[in-house]
């Protein structure tokens, strides 16, 4: 029987498009580059459906087979636009909601993402976010690599068993995280991937906050 989010003690998020709604953002910064090189842009429609980590793939996706030191140097030039603009982001309908209701039913809270580790800690700062997170756990470089090795640390040191948490992700390597970290995993179908990419991981998927509020 599937259980209700009220019925965990601790829930793990991912930030960049589960808390954080900036698909649009990531899109719009992954076509400035694609014009500035001469290739044609994706819309958000084909972004979400190629969308994966390790996010090189995502540049082979579109085209490009780009070496370890030219993704580098891609990566660069995402992330200054991507930074540029990340003011512009806010978070997803019903997110603070969910939180501060998941707050009174006695859940405690920590992102694991693969956002840069000081980038999302200003970033949780500038919601005010970071006074309710016991533990923010970011990627050590700007590159968004795999986050299965954190995840299998990510709970050391916390009072809670791996059946009473729960892992909240937008993508399919979310609930390769959550495999690692041994709990459950819900995934959100309003970020970085297409739904038709959530179905079938074994793991339930929701289109938004929204059907999480009512069980919260």
């Given at each position: 029987m599937r259980r209700r989010l009220a019925e965990y003690r601790h829930a793990v998020w991912d930030w960049n498009g589960t808390l954080l709604d900036d698909t649009?953002?990531?899109c719009e910064s992954l076509n400035?580059?694609?014009?500035e090189d001469g290739h044609p842009p994706v819309d958000p429609e084909r972004y979400r459906r190629i969308f994966e980590f390790p996010v090189i793939k995502v540049y082979q996706a579109i085209g490009f087979t780009p070496?370890?030191?030219?993704?580098?140097?891609?990566?660069v030039r995402f992330m200054a636009a991507y930074e540029s603009r990340k003011h512009e982001c806010r978070l997803h309908d019903g997110a603070e909601a969910l939180l501060d209701a998941l707050t009174r039913r006695g859940l405690?809270?920590?992102?694991?993402?693969?956002?840069?580790r000081n980038l999302l800690a200003a970033t949780l700062r500038q919601f005010g976010l970071d006074g309710r997170i016991l533990r923010a756990c970011g990627g050590q470089d700007i590159?968004?690599?795999s986050k299965e090795e954190r995840a299998r640390t990510h709970l050391e040191g916390m009072a809670v068993g791996r059946s009473e948490v729960i892992y909240v992700g937008d993508t399919?390597?979310?609930a390769e995280a959550a495999?690692?970290?041994?709990?459950d995993c819900v995934l959100?179908?309003?970020?970085?991937?297409?739904?038709?990419?959530l179905e079938g991981l074994g793991v339930r998927v929701v289109d938004g906050f929204g059907e999480l509020l009512a069980e919260a």
């Open positions: 649009w953002l990531c400035l580059l694609l014009r070496d370890e030191a030219s993704f580098r140097a891609m990566s405690t809270h920590s992102v694991l993402s693969a956002y840069e590159h968004a690599g399919a390597h979310d495999a690692a970290m041994g709990v959100v179908a309003h970020g970085h991937q297409h739904r038709a990419r």
